[in-house]
């Protein structure tokens, strides 16, 4: 049971003696976000508060302007036609029978399980809202589904009820619906929590951020690009998070039928494309050949997208693997430090590491080939698996074998090509372009939905492998500092993103049959748009086309890079400006370079610009550098680290009941941060 913050309310009435909690204050703990990371931490406070609690009461604070469970970025008031971008079978917030954790085990079910256990009766409470798509929705969802956000919302929102109901009885929870402005030391080492609606700040003992994706204030590209549209008076919609521009109607400046350049390709794209087209009222329809049409409602623009691919992110992998392959085989934490020691200096990404990710993707790849399609192959397996072993990749020997052993060109594993598939390639039209990408949208979706092509899959396993291995590499200063701040969080995730965390297929089904109907063009690889001053226009050019396009509406579809020094989080503002916390830094003989991403320790405490860590204060989430673990969820049945993480840090919260708080005035006792090989604070 949650509370507002004028009558709070405990959890239950059994609590601990009054007596008892005189002598003891309650450990009041505040938590700055109220997203699916708060609520695991929250289910992991009770599973470990007998242990590490005792009879000590709790008192709990969550500050988030959004409803508790879902938090801003999977709130339920967002439109129903924006979807999760997993299948309902691959989504938990809850622990599962192999989840090693130190706590009570207290296993929940996945997203689809919840919801095929609550469906009429979710369905019957929609339709009374009159949530009738909502509604219809559940009674169809599968294991495969891709739900909608606000069906997921629903979930999120139950799992938190959940938590709750499991801590500690006499617990007091407090929701404040508020933003958090400033967080300051006060006397005794207790931490003040100043809100915007409130004039007494929060006290608490400990705090834990998890903001989860601030917002970011315009830099100079964005400045420049603004102040160009204000001078001419045309449109620009800047990066960010397409429901929350669709919700402050930002995207009301997109005129019906209007040419409209959009940049960038990848899911924020997705979610525009579809808020601009079937959101203003267009439908698909399949004719009988099966194949879907879009019918505009006239209310769309026109929509001309590019980027540096110039195609949309591969389809999401539509059926099951049979087996994992051998993971991690060549690119292993062990590996990369030896290579190190090897050239006596930090690794290159693209350079040093890129052939051994290579190589561990193509590993995966043909061991699933040999395995499950071995009709396919020409050599015996073990005679492959012998010379692949010993073979670099990108060599002559490591290009002759694939080519003896695997004769379908359509078998071997082309990284080049997955990675850039319009690169060298170009046309004299526009409808050249439109009809390449088209082509190559539905070959992938085709592909990526046959189990013939499982080694597919198999790269997408080794992919989540070398994404982990990679981050280790950077978190214990293997890395160059340009690699570890600028190619793991840009080409490295790029790619990754590309290729594994696409869209659901139908998305991609859609995108063709917009671009049939002329409401979606593709302006190819390499496009870049800048503002013409003698025109007063926005105008696009790309590689693989001549032309060039004229438009007065520009919408930047890409998400905002992290950045603690321009965050618009006021809160994370003020503990920066002040050096509580600090951007980090990677540092090298030649540069030092920052990834944007707050700084904390190796148990997830915010470290100061004096690189001391704060015992009272904590950090979670995808702006937080180091292990974080980014997801806002878990897949089931992984023993997943995102649970792992969770528990450590309700641990750490619970474990402030046993430390003795300063004499009044003076600060906790920081403790310094343990380097992290090149990393650093700014």
Partial sequence: MTSSPSS?????????PAARREVRPPLVLCFVGAGPRTLGVLERLGANAGELLGDRALHVHVVDPHLPGAGRIWREDQHPLLLMNSRATDVTVLPDASSALRGAPRSGPTLHAWLDAHRDELAERFAAAGEDRLAAEVRGVTPQTFVSRALGSAYLRWAWDLALAGLPAGTVVEVHA?????LLDGPGGRQLVTLAGRAEPLVADAVLLAQGHPDVEPGPRETALQEFAAAHGLTHVVPGYTSDLHAAGALDALHPREDVLVLGMGLAFVDLVVLLTEGRGGRYERDAAGTLHYRPSGAEPVLHAGSRRGVPYRSKISYELGSRPPLPRFLTPAAGTELAARLGRPLDLRADVWPLIAKELAGAHYHELFLRHGERTSVPVEEFDREFAAAAW??????ELVARAVPDPADRLDLAGLDRPLEGWGTSSAEGVDQRVREHVEADTTRRGDARHSADAAVFLALLSAYGVVASLQRNGILTARSAALDVDGWWHGFFSYVASGPPPARLEQLT??????????????????????????????????GHLSTRAFVDARLPHPSIRDTADPLLHRLHARGDAVEQEFADATEVLTSGRLVVDADQHLVDATGAAHPRRLAVGPWVAGGGWAPAFARPGVDAGFFRLNEAVARDLLSTAAEPLVSAGARPGARTAPSAGGARGR
């Fill in 8 to 16: 709070p309310t405990p959890l239950a009435h059994a609590g601990v």
């Fill in 178 to 182: 508020d933003t958090a402005l400033d």
């Fill in 394 to 399: 990108g060599t002559a020997e490591f290009d």
């Fill in 513 to 546: 049959a917009l671009s049939r109907a002329g409401v979606l063009h593709f302006l190819g690889a390499g496009t870049v748009v800048a503002g013409d001053a003698a025109t007063g226009r926005w105008v696009a050019t790309s590689a693989s086309s001549p």
